[in-house]
């Protein structure tokens, strides 16, 4: 048993990117570094460090003589991050499927249940876990695959949570995800990724519609 020690950076990045997600932090405002260093009680450099990786995750931008700006959402970005989900997305969890180990298939289970809970509550939790839930599918296909596709989920994290917004949604969501689970523990790939490819276009659809105005 180990004791994991988060830097100073570490947690400012986890706080803020809540913040982001939340919608605490408004797309298109300015990051107020000297306040929110203060609310945090740290110093403005590991806020800084904390700001770049967030803006390497395509959260913020930083502008000169402006500081960083929480990147707006727009159609143009959803379908962009959305349509690179649904070219790479089905057959990678299709290959988790193929070469899932019984340690795989435990972790996707617990994954998936932690949704679950979530799913539903306040907070940018149920979020997190659906990320974590199709990164445990996907992460048997190997390390740059994960990587890769961790990177589109980043992204794409703001918009599922708008997308989570409207009633009945989170329902829908859950039963596509147990739909899609099963399979997957199933070893079906074809199935996983047809599955996988419908969950995503749908989410697509629906944002391209409530993005346009």
Do not use: C
């Amino acid at each position: 048993m180990s004791i994991i020690v988060r830097s100073l950076p570490d947690q400012a990045y986890e706080i803020v990117r809540d913040h982001i997600l939340l919608g605490t932090m408004a797309p298109g405002t300015a990051v107020q570094q000297a306040a929110v260093a203060n609310q945090l009680g740290i110093s403005k450099i590991p806020l800084r460090e904390a700001l770049g990786r967030l803006e390497q995750d395509g959260l913020v931008t930083s502008f000169p003589n402006r500081g960083y700006v929480v990147n707006t959402l727009t159609a143009e970005e959803a379908t962009e991050v959305f349509a690179l989900r649904l070219k790479l997305e089905p057959g990678a969890t299709a290959d988790g499927a193929r070469r899932a180990t019984p340690a795989d298939r435990d972790h996707a289970r617990a994954e998936l249940l932690a949704l679950e809970r979530e799913q539903g509550t306040a907070g940018t939790g149920h979020v997190t876990h659906n990320r974590a839930f199709h990164m445990a599918l996907i992460r048997p296909a190997g390390g740059i695959t994960s990587q890769l596709m961790e990177r589109l989920h980043i992204l794409s994290e703001r918009y599922v949570r708008v997308h989570l917004e409207p009633q009945g949604r989170d329902d829908r969501a859950r039963d596509e995800h147990r739909a899609l689970f099963d399979a997957w523990m199933a070893g079906d790939a074809p199935v996983v990724e047809t599955l996988t490819a419908r969950h995503i276009q749908g989410t697509l659809d629906d944002l391209q519609r409530e993005l346009a105005g």
